[in-house]
């Protein structure tokens, strides 16, 4: 019996863009409170829970228009009002469907093993990076 692709992986994980090595490892430790678990020469991981990322010595850079790390909490208006505190400086949107409001949106939909809807903002890291936090709904907000 052959096993389907997918089964045979193991892990995923994601891998940002840095410039500036020293000054992401600060940013991350300042703003969301996290430290790297493992270190190499040009390379930092973290692990949040049962994920990890890796921030990475590059000359490229994110044109930062896209999530490229998505992070789950619990409660995210207690986290975003610590960020905030922090210095962490969220973005606001009003297109179509999506507006934030004081940084955080309502986001109709989800995954039916997560909830019925999300709510969910939007940050830079110092690197430029695009980090999301959601926070699944089990009912639906009006």
């Given at each position: 019996m052959m096993l389907a692709v997918e089964e045979k992986y193991l892990s995923a994980a994601t891998r940002l863009p840095a410039q500036d090595l020293d000054r992401a490892r600060r940013w991350y430790l300042e703003k969301l409170g996290v430290r790297p678990t493992e270190?190499?020469?040009?390379?930092l991981r973290y692990c949040i829970g049962a994920s990890e990322f890796s921030i990475f010595l590059s000359s490229g850079r994110?044109?930062?228009d896209f999530t490229q790390l998505a992070i789950t909490v619990d409660d995210v208006r207690s986290v975003?009002?610590?960020?905030?505190r922090r210095g962490v400086n969220f973005l606001e949107y009003e297109s179509g469907r999506l507006?934030?409001?004081d940084g955080i949106a309502h986001v109709a939909?989800?995954?039916?093993s997560k909830g019925s809807a999300e709510l969910g903002c939007w940050?830079?890291?110092?690197?430029g990076n695009l980090i999301s936090l959601g926070q699944s709904l089990k009912e639906a907000m009006t």
């Open positions: 270190e190499r020469p040009g390379g994110s044109a930062g975003v009002d610590e960020l905030k507006k934030t409001i939909g989800n995954y039916p940050f830079h890291d110092s690197e």
